[in-house]
């Protein structure tokens, strides 16, 4: 990315895009040329334990220029579709990198995937690049990965302690038979998506 001409590179990942509960978060970890060989073992955080992902956020922290997250909560996610939450967490992202100092006029973002669902959410167009399989291959959308993945699992061992027995610290919003189980008994939080739930439940 940086010998064809761009100047900083936004890794983008999203993580929670299958979840049953709980926002959708989208990691941004900006890298230039001068940052160097990324920290050992950095990779896709669905390669990583969690034990290992806790251990490389603060590293992918620090060898990034910047890093942010964005989120688009469950209201969100049911009110516009997952697709318009991803950019929308995305939107706040990038607004957080600019606050920050980052230089979004100056940069490229990788987006993982074959799809640009970034710029319908944006006001002034960004210059995309998606690369399939760019979480496994590219290390700043592999630092978006664990950034995001950390930050919203983190989250979701918070809401347990407010909303307690969905099993969210182990599930993390996703949708296992005792998640379900846990909704037949206990009914929907305000963390579920309800659209999600209307044909499993």
């Known amino acids: ?37 990324h920290p050992a073992g950095l990779r896709d955080s669905k390669m990583l334990s969690e034990k290992r992902r806790v251990e490389l956020a603060p590293l992918a922290d620090a060898w990034a220029l910047y890093t942010a997250v964005g989120l688009a909560s469950a209201d969100e996610v049911d009110g516009i579709g997952i697709v318009a939450a991803l950019g929308l967490a995305a939107k706040r992202g990038l607004v957080a990198l600019h606050e920050a100092g980052a230089s979004i006029r100056e940069s ?15 006001v002034t167009p960004v210059r995309v690049t998606t690369r399939v399989k760019a979480d496994r291959d590219c290390a700043s959308v ?42 037949t008994e206990l009914g929907a939080t305000d963390m579920h998506r309800h659209t999600w739930l209307k044909n499993t439940t």
């Open 1 to 37: 990315m940086h010998a064809a001409g761009a100047r900083f590179v936004i890794g983008i990942d999203e993580v929670g895009r299958g979840a049953i509960a709980g926002p959708v978060a989208v990691g941004l970890c900006l890298v230039d040329a001068s940052v160097g060989a």
């Open 108 to 122: 490229v973002v990788l987006l993982d995937g074959s799809h640009d669902w970034l710029n319908p959410a944006l």
């Open 142 to 183: 592999a630092g978006a990965s664990v950034v995001a993945k950390v930050h919203r699992d983190t989250l979701m061992i918070q809401a347990d302690a407010r909303l307690p027995g969905y099993g969210w610290p182990g599930n993390k919003g996703y949708g296992s038979s005792a998640h379900y189980a846990a909704i």
